[in-house]
């Protein structure tokens, strides 16, 4: 099994920033089955959609509302992943939540972490 904790939420004001990170723990056998990670994110009222994601190779993909504006990375082992959001909006508002999968994309990942709030005040 897979755990995977998030961190680095909080409130901050349109324009700013926020590094979220998402450390990854468990069997080496599952951690190194995982292929892709990546943040998804739900405001109230919405549809849960894919914000960013990172393949073991480094490929990315962004969701269109985010790109140039958020960086997703991760470190060598893929043991923790890394979205740093920048000239942040109010429709950024939403908890965002590390998703892992063993597919070459996010859309059914395997794991979820528990969210964490991002509000961004205008």
């Known amino acids: 099994q897979v755990q995977l904790v998030e961190s680095g939420g909080g409130l901050v004001q349109a324009g700013g920033s926020l590094r979220l990170s998402c450390a990854v723990s468990?069997?080496?056998?599952?951690?190194?089955?995982?292929?892709?990670m990546g943040w998804y994110r739900q405001a109230p009222g919405k549809q849960r959609e894919v914000v960013a994601a990172?393949?073991?190779?480094?490929?990315?993909n962004y969701a269109d509302s985010v790109k140039g504006r958020f960086t997703i990375s991760r470190d060598n082992a893929m043991n923790t992943v890394y979205l740093q959001m920048n000239s942040l909006k109010p429709e950024d508002t939403a908890v965002y939540s590390c998703?892992?999968?063993?597919?070459?994309?996010?859309?059914?990942?395997?794991?979820w972490g528990q969210g964490t709030q991002v509000t961004v005040s205008s």
């Open positions: 468990g069997s080496i056998r599952s951690i190194f089955s995982i292929n892709t």
């Open positions: 998703a892992a999968g063993t597919r070459s994309d996010l859309k059914s990942p395997n794991y």
């Open positions: 990172i393949t073991r190779s480094g490929s990315t």
